[in-house]
T-cell receptor
Framework: DTGVSQDPRHKITKRGQNVTFRCDPI?????LYWYRQTLGQGPEFLTY????????KSRLLSDRFSAERPKGSFSTLEIQRTEQGDSAMYLC???????????FGNGTRLTVT | QKEVEQNSGPLSVPEGAIASLNCTYS??????FFWYRQYSGKSPELIMF????GDKEDGRFTAQLNKASQYVSLLIRDSQPSDSATYLC???????????FGTGTRLKVLA
């Protein structure tokens, strides 16, 4: 169990650019989640995958955000045409079963200038 | 009403005291409850989880769940300065895959 891995740890980009983040979950976990967290707030749900199927997506997620998990292993989160309001910590988590603890990666801190 | 409510704090306790952190929730269908610790600039780290009414103890930590009153609490005994962090309450509501988090309570343990 090597834990959840996220890459990169930090990303600074200019407004209007596209960015992509990667998450490798714990290998035995088929459930993968993306969250976003801003200062002083709790993690906010973005989307959920069970194997390769994206089963739930937040209504707050604009069409600039897209996530994939093509082979049911690693996942990517892409943000197109970034805005300053996208600056946040993007957290990936995985779990063994529904209702069991989420295990978080170290997160990707995005800064949009 | 927010789905998960926590007092933002800060809650200040002296070293060696018991810290009591509380969380209330709105969805009666919630089945699984979690406490995470988060240091500044780091990701959340699981401290405790509880599924059934009552108390669950793990070392210096005790989670308490009361589904009838819709609250869950975390007690930290013999608090240490290293316990100073933000504590996030989370749960799985019914009818959704997502886990819902509170905004967290900031705990400060004074040496």
């Amino acid at each position: 169990d090597t834990g959840v891995s996220q890459d990169p740890r930090h990303k600074i980009t200019k407004r209007g650019q596209n960015v992509t983040f990667r998450c490798d979950p714990i290998s035995e976990h088929n459930r993968l989640y993306w969250y976003r967290q801003t200062l002083g707030q709790g993690p906010e749900f973005l989307t959920y995958f069970q194997n390769e199927a994206q089963l739930e997506k937040s209504r707050l997620l604009s069409d600039r955000f897209s996530a994939e998990r093509p082979k049911g292993s690693f996942s990517t989160l892409e943000i197109q045409r970034t805005e300053q309001g996208d600056s946040a910590m993007y957290l990936c988590a995985s779990s063994e079963e529904q209702g069991t603890p989420l295990h978080f990666g170290n997160g990707t801190r995005l800064t949009v200038t | 009403q927010k789905e998960v409510e926590q007092n933002s704090g800060p809650l200040s306790v002296p070293e060696g005291a018991i810290a009591s952190l509380n969380c209330t929730y709105s969805d009666r269908g919630s089945q699984s409850f979690f406490w995470y610790r988060q240091y500044s600039g780091k990701s959340p780290e699981l401290i405790m989880f509880i599924y059934s009414n009552g108390d669950k103890e793990d070392g210096r930590f005790t989670a308490q769940l009361n589904k009838a009153s819709q609250y869950v609490s975390l007690l930290i005994r013999d608090s240490q300065p290293s316990d100073s962090a933000t504590y996030l309450c989370a749960l799985c509501p019914g009818g959704t895959y997502k886990y819902i988090f509170g905004t967290g309570t900031r705990l400060k343990v004074l040496a």
